[in-house]
């Protein structure tokens, strides 16, 4: 091949200089000359002062020859080529990052899904300008799944971060709303943190899709109300409680309104009240395993004791430990168990007497509450006398007693 005229790669003639670039890149292609045409690129994107208008010019009329290549080693020589000549240039990062891609697709497809993510993950698509917001979002998403393939759950979590959740408020990407939650779900799954599950189940609730499709929005709201009762108690957690409780769609739903309305009503219920129905109900989900499933179920039990034991707080100053046990359906080694858990985790105040067996709720109080308290007491009791007294020279008068 006759080297280009001086004119052409120094720069003199931008319109001239792409026409033949773009001509030669297409002559190779028409002939089917496959080495040639990687030889060609990279040739010309290696010429001294070369134009990068050149390079972008050939680069995206060579991108469109790799979908149109059956021959795998064929499109993988032309995909390394053009990554190759790509790299360190932003003028055609847009083409680089769909090349990669397709490579790492190509990688997946022949089970190395580790590879795949190697490939895919060194490129931080967040920072291009020329990728529009769908591809942008899809390319990250396809980071994530990837991610979790493999098992890498603290770099799914960091590439999630990349996406704002605000960008799906646009109706126009709804399905990668569902799919990041949905991808948000099985990291979270991992990491058994169970209101982030009910806030990504939630969201997906509020979709428009969701909401059309009855099957659809009745297994999201179940799957709220189960993540939702899973959750350790505090006050965002019960917040949560009481909004969903008011959800319509729940009435069509009797067991997990129920459910629901079990955790709201302070009154004690056992577990077995519940469980063969939860059980059959968690089976339904396919995505769970036997271990999680099972895993849920025994967490659930532990929400349900720990429940008892707040409705039992909140009606008790002192209570002994075997009655508490009792009113709880827990051994006395489960039963302190999850009282020292609960006050270790200030969800409910407690002290224990052991030799005298005896469990006091009431925090003692401090100086100035006692004092505050008095005050209370004999600002009420002086109250009270007043208006004693008022009433008796009422009755004095109206029967006009000396």
């Not at 942008?136 to 980071?143: N, P, V």
């Not at 709804?174 to 991992?190: C, M, S």
Request: proline share 2%; net charge neutral; with cysteine.
């Amino acid at each position: 091949m006759h080297p280009l005229p001086p004119l052409f790669w120094q720069g003199a003639d931008v319109g001239g200089t792409t026409e033949l670039a773009v001509a030669m890149v297409q002559m190779c292609y028409d002939a089917k000359n496959w080495d040639v045409l990687n030889e060609t690129i990279t040739m010309m994107s290696k010429r001294r002062a070369q134009l990068k208008q050149v390079v972008g010019a050939m680069v995206r009329l060579a991108t469109t020859f790799v979908d149109e290549q059956k021959d795998e080693t064929l499109k993988l020589q032309l995909i390394h080529t053009l990554r190759a000549v790509s790299e360190g240039k932003i003028f055609v990062e847009v083409e680089r990052a769909r090349l990669t891609k397709t490579l790492a697709v190509i990688h997946e497809s022949k089970g190395d899904i580790e590879e795949a993510r190697k490939i895919m993950q060194d490129t931080q698509v967040e920072t291009l300008g020329g990728m529009d917001k769908r591809e942008k979002t899809e390319f990250i998403l396809e980071q994530i799944r990837l991610c979790l393939a493999v098992g890498d759950h603290i770099r799914a979590y960091i590439v999630a971060r990349k996406i704002q959740v605000k960008v799906f408020k646009d109706p126009e990407i709804e399905d990668l709303k569902i799919r990041y939650y949905g991808l948000i779900t099985r990291y979270q799954r991992h990491m058994k943190n169970w209101l982030e599950i009910f806030s990504a189940h939630q969201a997906t609730f509020d979709s428009p899709s969701v909401q059309g499709d009855e099957a659809a929005s009745h297994r999201c709201l179940k799957l709220q109300v189960i993540y939702l009762v899973l959750a350790p108690y505090d006050k965002d957690q019960w917040d949560q409680m009481q909004r969903l409780a008011t959800e319509k769609k729940l009435e069509q739903l009797p067991m997990f309104k129920q459910l629901l309305k079990l955790f709201i009503t302070k009154e004690i219920f056992h577990f077995a009240e519940l469980k063969a129905g939860l059980e059959a109900e968690l089976v339904l989900f396919a995505e769970l395993t036997d271990e999680e499933r099972k895993l849920m179920l025994e967490t659930m039990h532990t929400r349900v004791s720990q429940h008892n034991i707040q409705v039992v707080a909140g009606y008790y100053g002192r209570i002994s430990m075997p009655r508490l046990a009792e009113l709880t359906g827990l051994s006395m080694e489960k039963m302190e168990e999850q009282l020292c858990e609960m006050v270790t985790k200030k969800q409910v105040y407690a002290r224990i007497d052991r030799p005298a067996g005896i469990i006091t709720f009431e925090a003692p109080k401090t100086a100035n509450e006692m004092l505050n308290d008095w005050s209370g007491n004999i600002g009420e009791l002086l109250d009270k006398l007043e208006k004693t007294c008022h009433l008796i020279h009422k009755e004095n008068m109206v029967h006009k007693i000396s």
